[in-house]
C-alpha cells in the first residue's frame, strides 16, 4: 500500500523561505514528484528526485531521502505568485501511477 | 511544441447522460495518463494507456467507466450514464516513455446536473 503524508496549509511572508515536508510510505518506490497547482488549473512540474539529496532549480529546490522515506520542497525569496497548492507525488519502480498526496495549500501574504 | 491538449474544458450534463473527455499527448509522447480531482481533494489516478492498449486501469470505477487511446487520434475517456458524484476535474497527463516526468493537461472540469 501507499501512504502520502503532507501539511495541509502553510503561511509565508513574501520574500521569505518556506518548507514543505512530504513523508511517504510507498512499497517498491522509485521516486518523488513535485508538482505546483494554482486554483483552477492543472498541475505544472517542478522537479523529479529519484537519488538522495538536494537539487535546486533557481528559487525552488527538492530533498529526497529513500532511507527515511522523506522529501521536502523549499521555496526561496517568496513571491505573491508562489500562492499554490505543492502536490507531492511518489512513483513505483513497477507501474507508471504517481501516487499524490493530499496537496500542501501555501499562501504568501505581503 | 504544444502542451497536453484536453477537450473539452468545460462539460455540463444532466444524470443519466454521457461525457466523453478528450486528450492529445505532447508531440512524441505516447504514454497517457488519466486522473481525476474531486473538489478539495487530491489527484487520484485512474488509468494508464499507450497506442491501443491499456496498461493498468487500477484505479478506474468498473462499471460506467472506459478509456482508449486508438492508434490515431487522441485518447478518450468514456463515462456513461453519469451521476452527481462524476462531476470532478478531470486532468490527461503524458510522458515520452514510462518512468518519466508526466506532464500535465489543462482538464475537464465535469458539472452532473
Known amino acids: 500500500g501507499q501512504n502520502i503524508d503532507q501539511p495541509t496549509e502553510m503561511t509565508a511572508t513574501e520574500g521569505a523561505i518556506v518548507q514543505i515536508n512530504c513523508t511517504y510510505q510507498?512499497?517498491?518506490?522509485?521516486?518523488l514528484f513535485w508538482y505546483q497547482q494554482h486554483a483552477g488549473e492543472a498541475p505544472t512540474f517542478l522537479s523529479y528526485n529519484v537519488l538522495d539529496g538536494l537539487e535546486e532549480k533557481g528559487r525552488f529546490s527538492s530533498f529526497l531521502s529513500r532511507s527515511k522515506g522523506y522529501s521536502y520542497l523549499l521555496l526561496k525569496e517568496l513571491q505573491m505568485k508562489d500562492s499554490a497548492s505543492y502536490l507531492c507525488?511518489?512513483?513505483?519502480?513497477?507501474?507508471?501511477?504517481?501516487?499524490f498526496g493530499g496537496g500542501t495549500r501555501v499562501l504568501v501574504k505581503p | 511544441n504544444a502542451g497536453v491538449m484536453q477537450n473539452p474544458r468545460h462539460l455540463v450534463r444532466r444524470r443519466g447522460q454521457e461525457a466523453r473527455l478528450r486528450c492529445s499527448p505532447m508531440k512524441g509522447h505516447s504514454h497517457v495518463y488519466w486522473y481525476r480531482q474531486l473538489p478539495e481533494e487530491g489527484l487520484k489516478f485512474m488509468v494508464y494507456?499507450?497506442?491501443?492498449?491499456?496498461?493498468?486501469e487500477s484505479g478506474m470505477p468498473k462499471e460506467r467507466f472506459s478509456a482508449e487511446f486508438p492508434k490515431e487520434g487522441p485518447s478518450i475517456l468514456r463515462i456513461q450514464q453519469v451521476v452527481r458524484g462524476d462531476s470532478a476535474a478531470y486532468f490527461c497527463a503524458s510522458s515520452p516513455q514510462s518512468q518519466e516526468t508526466q506532464y500535465f493537461g489543462p482538464g475537464t472540469r465535469l458539472l452532473v446536473l
Open positions: 510507498t512499497s517498491g518506490f522509485n521516486g
Open positions: 507525488a511518489t512513483i513505483k519502480a513497477a507501474g507508471n501511477k504517481l501516487t
Open positions: 494507456l499507450q497506442k491501443e492498449n491499456i496498461i493498468d
